[in-house]
């Protein structure tokens, strides 16, 4: 099996137009996609249909070669992580998630072991006993993570797993998610693109309950057409270097020193660099590369 979620004309119409518009996607076996798009582009409303809380109009949904959610077939396959969702105030994460371990399938022995470890790996054990009232904003939203992936299940669904963390737990979250990459198949919708592109092997642009354009990170931040050269101080005649090679345009930003280079995709970056790179050494070449961020080829799009 190839693709472990297959989404195909999905509809869903709402009073104020359509969530999702003819909205077909399908999810690699094994990959960790990223969903990214502007409020109200249909991000939630596609997880919701394919974790069986919202009912689409039209379409087919089928997860893992096995049709749409159904809780007899896919149990302890398939879990997810609600946008803004809350767990019980009064639960204790050690019991919460051994609970939610035994739903998915665990004997008690396995489902209370694989809730320290994993309470252990998102540096909640000191506060396994506490009621979830007791603990910050950021350490529910680690034990609401946390519980996606109690059993390892084969699918996992997570929107906006990393909002309200601080710096130091954000990191050791994407340490955590990266770690399961090729052992679940993970699917993540943010705002936070710089976080897409650090967890993701591949990525979806969606609009207005449409599918924009679907590839693999690396083919959507290729280096065809673009570099970006990390100089000391902004070059004298930026107009100059667009002369130096036939359909170069170059672009200066003073906050970081880069000068951006765009040119024809057929032109060799080599060409270009043996052509321009001279005339910039006397600016303090730092650095070279080629290709874009996530951010500039959604903005690009």
């Known amino acids: 099996m190839n693709d472990a979620i297959v989404t195909r004309s999905l509809v869903k119409l709402y009073r104020g137009g359509r969530a999702l518009d ?31 809380f919202v009912l689409p109009d039209s379409g087919e949904i089928s997860i893992l070669g096995l049709g749409p959610f159904d809780a007899d077939k896919h149990a302890g396959r398939f879990a ?10 009064e639960a204790r994460p050690g019991e919460l998630l051994a609970r939610y371990g035994r739903l998915q ?5 396995v489902a209370d072991r694989e809730a320290d470890s994993l309470l252990a790996a998102f540096n909640l054990s000191a506060h396994a006993n506490k009621p979830m009232r007791a603990l910050s904003h950021g350490m529910r939203k680690k034990v609401m993570v946390a519980q996606a992936f109690i059993g390892s299940p084969d699918v996992v669904l997570l929107d906006e797993p990393l909002s309200g963390l601080d710096p130091e737990e954000a990191n ?10 090729r052992k679940e198949t993970i699917v993540i919708s943010s705002h936070n693109l710089d976080d897409i592109e650090k967890l993701c092997t591949h990525v979806a642009f969606i609009g207005s309950g449409r599918l924009e354009r679907v590839d693999t990170l690396a083919a959507l931040t290729s280096g065809a057409g673009r570099l970006v050269v990390t100089l000391r101080r902004r070059p004298d005649d930026l107009a100059a270097l667009e ?47 080629s290709g874009m961020t996530l951010e500039q080829a959604y903005l690009a799009r």
């Open 243 to 289: 002369t130096l090679v036939a359909g170069v345009r170059v672009s200066w930003r003073e906050d970081t020193c880069e000068l951006t280079v765009e040119f024809d995709p057929a032109t060799a970056p080599e060409e270009v660099n043996a052509r321009l790179l001279p005339m910039l050494f006397s600016c303090g070449v730092v650095s070279v590369s």
């Open 22 to 52: 003819s909205f077909s996607l399908s999810v690699p076996t094994g990959s960790t996609m990223g969903l990214v798009g502007r409020n109200g582009a249909g991000k939630t409303t596609w997880m919701m249909a394919v974790a069986g």
């Open 172 to 181: 050791r979250m994407r340490a955590f998610i990266r770690a399961r990459r």
């Open 80 to 89: 997810i992580l609600p946008q803004d969702s809350e767990l019980p105030l």
């Open 105 to 109: 399938g665990l004997t008690s022995a």
